[in-house]
């Protein structure tokens, strides 16, 4: 049985191969890939001042040494201030 770590989520699986020594007898060959990335994360944020909008990606290294890429996404959604002019008769 082999183990082996990936951080492509595609990669991930089992596998087995019947192959054959030189003496002729065959075997079994298992590799099991786990897969040891993080997703991306995005996060959602609202805020009520305008210059705070906007969108914001670092790039992070989990536990087992993968990247991945956090994105912050800040929303406004204040009101714009209003100016009423009025006449009055």
Same mark, same amino acid.
């Given at each position: 049985?082999?183990?082996?770590?990936?951080?492509?989520?595609?990669?991930?699986?089992?596998? +087995?191969?019947?192959?054959?020594? *030189?003496? %002729?007898?065959? !075997?079994?060959?298992?590799?099991? $890939?786990? !897969?040891? %990335? *993080?997703?991306?994360? $995005?996060?959602?944020?609202? +805020?009520?001042?305008?210059? *705070?909008?906007?969108?914001? *990606?670092?790039?992070?290294?989990?536990?087992? %040494?993968?990247? !991945?890429?956090?994105?912050?996404? $800040?929303? !406004?959604?204040?009101?714009?201030?209003?100016?009423?002019?009025?006449?009055?008769?």
């Amino acid at each position: 049985m082999i183990n082996e770590n990936t951080n492509d989520a595609a990669s991930a699986g089992t596998t +087995t191969l019947t192959l054959t020594n *030189s003496n %002729g007898c065959e !075997y079994t060959e298992t590799t099991i $890939v786990t !897969y040891v %990335g *993080s997703e991306d994360v $995005v996060i959602n944020e609202t +805020t009520c001042d305008a210059a *705070s909008a906007g969108t914001t *990606s670092v790039t992070l290294t989990n536990a087992n %040494g993968c990247e !991945y890429t956090e994105t912050t996404i $800040v929303t !406004y959604v204040g009101t714009e201030d209003m100016v009423i002019n009025e006449t009055i008769l």
